[in-house]
């Protein structure tokens, strides 16, 4: 059984930036993929970035581009996500994902494309 951990989050001032941590654990970790999403009250999960594991490929939500980095360092079984020049619309719970299956983009870009979640962590942008 795979672990997904969050932190990093907090309360934040518009233009401020904040890194996520998502630790993984479990016997076996070997994702295809990981990747992050953000759900804000009363709105649906949205895409927000996603790398490949092994190969390091990135995926970014058009809102976040140019501002939000995602890396992960496959040592640690850890991802990241570096968010500069945070928004008050970036307000959200944050979570990671890992991924099994294949890479495909349309999974990658998809919530239902991941076999496992973090509980997520609190972002915060206030104006």
């Known amino acids: 059984q795979v672990q997904l951990v969050e932190s990093g989050g907090g309360l934040v001032q518009a233009g401020d930036s904040l890194r996520l941590s998502c630790a993984a654990s479990g016997r076996t970790f070997s994702p295809s993929a990981m990747g992050w999403f953000r759900q804000a009250p009363g709105k649906a999960r949205e895409f927000v970035a996603a790398i490949t594991w092994s190969g390091g490929i990135t995926y970014y939500g058009d809102s976040v581009k140019g501002r939000f980095t995602i890396s992960r360092d496959n040592t640690k079984n850890t991802l990241y996500l570096q968010m500069n020049g945070l928004k008050p619309e970036d307000t959200a719970v944050y979570h990671c994902?890992?991924?099994?299956?294949?890479?495909?983009?349309?999974?990658?870009?998809?919530?239902?494309?991941?076999?496992?979640w973090g509980q997520g962590t609190q972002v915060t942008v206030s104006s």
């Open positions: 994902g890992a991924r099994d299956g294949v890479a495909l983009t349309s999974f990658l870009l998809n919530s239902y494309g991941y076999n496992y």
